[in-house]
């Protein structure tokens, strides 16, 4: 079918927001060409790819059943954000994988082996021969082996590592998205950039994906 | 005095600004005099620089086309 011509009108939020409101066909088309993207990668960070896209359908029908209600104490964005982690974070319960906050008072996995008891490195970062994010990624491999890695992640974690360093959101509108603290997310950010950097130094080592 | 332990484990505060002047101080100052978490610290840095530039897996300069435009409206519409 041949898609309406969107009029400039709705890049006015405000007139957006009437025009969902309204249910307009457009306004749906217009928001949809918007939004989709980021509503798909954030369902994506916290879900998987899998089930990402029926995520965000079913986003899509809670914002129009809920946009008269819309009380426009944020952007309409990040509101449309807030209901995907939602949709997100309830389908995951249903799926009965975690979504607390794991154990966040205890230390970090990845890095605790890696002090003797005086808080000294006992086992110290190995130097890496690249210096640049371009040469790190000239390997197909790392690259593969580094989305491999986030993907693993515990669903909080790659959820802010996604959103902070792959969608460029700041610390305090991951914690709205995710309504986690902001101790606790950059805890959460902290864990999932150690998981990457031992990643990282693995590959350096051995020319070898490690993802345990 | 912090350790090495302290150093990596507040490095995430200190690249997000989160940390009081006091505590930078110290923090940059243990990096004057400590090769192995300057490493770590330079390498996390660069850790994180590389995630930013990791693909998307979708392209959100083509992404979403008519086509997903359309499959979406459409399926809210039978839903609804």
């Given at each position: 079918?041949?898609?309406?011509?969107i009029p400039?009108?709705y890049?006015s939020e405000?007139?957006?927001?009437?025009g969902?409101?309204?249910?307009?066909?457009a306004?749906?088309?217009?928001?949809?060409k918007?939004y989709?993207?980021?509503m798909?990668?954030?369902?994506?960070?916290?879900?998987?790819?899998?089930?990402?896209?029926?995520?965000?359908?079913e986003?899509?029908?809670?914002?129009?059943?809920?946009?008269?209600?819309?009380?426009?104490?944020?952007t309409?964005?990040s509101?449309i954000?807030?209901?995907?982690?939602?949709?997100?974070k309830t389908r995951?319960?249903?799926?009965?994988?975690?979504?607390?906050?794991?154990?966040?008072?205890?230390?970090?996995?990845?890095?605790?082996?890696r002090?003797d008891?005086?808080?000294?490195?006992?086992?110290?970062?190995?130097?890496?021969?690249?210096?640049?994010?371009?040469?790190?990624l000239?390997t197909?491999?790392?690259?593969?082996?580094?989305?491999?890695?986030?993907?693993l992640?515990?669903?909080?974690?790659?959820a802010?590592l996604?959103?902070?360093e792959?969608?460029?959101?700041?610390?305090?509108?991951v914690c709205?998205?995710?309504?986690?603290?902001?101790?606790?997310?950059?805890?959460l950010?902290?864990?999932?950039?150690?998981?990457?950097?031992?990643?990282?130094?693995?590959?350096?080592?051995?020319?070898?994906?490690?993802?345990? | 005095?912090?350790?090495?332990?302290?150093?990596s484990e507040?490095?995430?505060?200190?690249?997000?600004?989160?940390?009081?002047?006091?505590?930078?101080?110290?923090?940059?100052?243990?990096?004057?005099?400590?090769?192995y978490?300057?490493?770590?610290?330079?390498?996390?840095?660069?850790?994180i620089?590389?995630?930013?530039k990791?693909?998307?897996?979708?392209?959100?300069?083509?992404?979403?086309?008519?086509?997903?435009?359309?499959?979406?409206?459409?399926?809210?519409?039978?839903?609804?």
């Amino acid at each position: 079918m041949n898609s309406p011509t969107i009029p400039n009108e709705y890049t006015s939020e405000d007139n957006l927001i009437a025009g969902l409101i309204r249910q307009d066909e457009a306004a749906f088309r217009f928001a949809i060409k918007q939004y989709q993207g980021p509503m798909f990668a954030l369902a994506q960070g916290i879900v998987g790819m899998k089930i990402a896209d029926e995520v965000v359908q079913e986003a899509w029908f809670s914002v129009m059943k809920s946009i008269a209600k819309f009380q426009r104490r944020s952007t309409l964005k990040s509101w449309i954000l807030t209901i995907v982690a939602n949709e997100a974070k309830t389908r995951l319960r249903k799926e009965k994988r975690e979504v607390s906050l794991e154990a966040l008072s205890s230390d970090d996995p990845d890095m605790q082996s890696r002090f003797d008891d005086s808080g000294h490195w006992g086992q110290p970062p190995s130097d890496w021969q690249a210096d640049a994010p371009e040469a790190l990624l000239s390997t197909d491999q790392l690259k593969s082996c580094l989305d491999r890695t986030i993907s693993l992640l515990p669903a909080l974690q790659g959820a802010t590592l996604n959103l902070k360093e792959r969608q460029g959101y700041s610390l305090n509108q991951v914690c709205n998205i995710l309504d986690v603290s902001e101790s606790n997310v950059r805890v959460l950010l902290h864990r999932a950039r150690n998981r990457l950097y031992k990643v990282i130094e693995h590959f350096q080592e051995t020319g070898e994906c490690c993802t345990e | 005095m912090l350790t090495c332990k302290d150093i990596s484990e507040t490095a995430t505060d200190h690249l997000e600004g989160k940390t009081s002047f006091a505590s930078r101080l110290s923090f940059y100052l243990h990096l004057l005099y400590c090769k192995y978490c300057r490493r770590y610290y330079r390498q996390m840095k660069l850790t994180i620089r590389t995630i930013q530039k990791l693909p998307e897996a979708k392209d959100s300069e083509e992404f979403p086309d008519d086509a997903e435009i359309d499959r979406v409206f459409e399926k809210l519409r039978e839903q609804s």
